[in-house]
Nanobody, 122 residues
Framework: QVQLVESGGGSVQAGGSLRLSCAAS?????MGWFRQAPGKEREGVAA???????NYADSVKGRFTISKDNAKNTLYLQMNNLKPEDSAMYYC???????????????????WGQGTQVTVSS
């Protein structure tokens, strides 16, 4: 079992920055960030595996950076140049097995955090 606790969401104006954190309680093979806006499906934003290989959704490339502090077992998402369309509930996710799906596909994840809200105003 892995418990995930997110923090760092909030409200910011367009062009601003936020950093999300996700503390994990156990071993993870790969971790990711997903987001879900009202009325939309949950989508993969960024992911990182145990070899520090990263994947990003096209919509956030060049603006978001995913990283992991292995000593603290904590995942981060640095979000710069935020846009109103980035507004959503952001979820941390993790799995302990080697991936069978794209790291940005939600079906590949067993463990999920409770989510943290990000709101970007224009």
């Amino acid at each position: 079992q892995v418990q995930l606790v997110e923090s760092g969401g909030g409200s910011v104006q367009a062009g601003g920055s936020l950093r999300l954190s996700c503390a994990a309680s156990g071993y993870t093979y790969y971790m990711g960030w997903f987001r879900q806006a009202p009325g939309k499906e949950r989508e993969g934003v960024a992911a990182i595996d145990r070899y520090s290989t990263t994947n990003y959704a096209d919509s956030v490339k060049g603006r978001f950076t995913i990283s992991k502090d292995n000593a603290k077992n904590t995942l981060y998402l640095q979000m710069n140049n935020l846009k109103p369309e980035d507004s959503a509930m952001y979820y941390c996710a993790a799995d302990q097995s080697s991936p069978q799906w794209s790291l940005l596909h939600r079906r590949g994840y067993t463990y999920w955090g409770q989510g943290t809200q990000v709101t970007v105003s224009s």
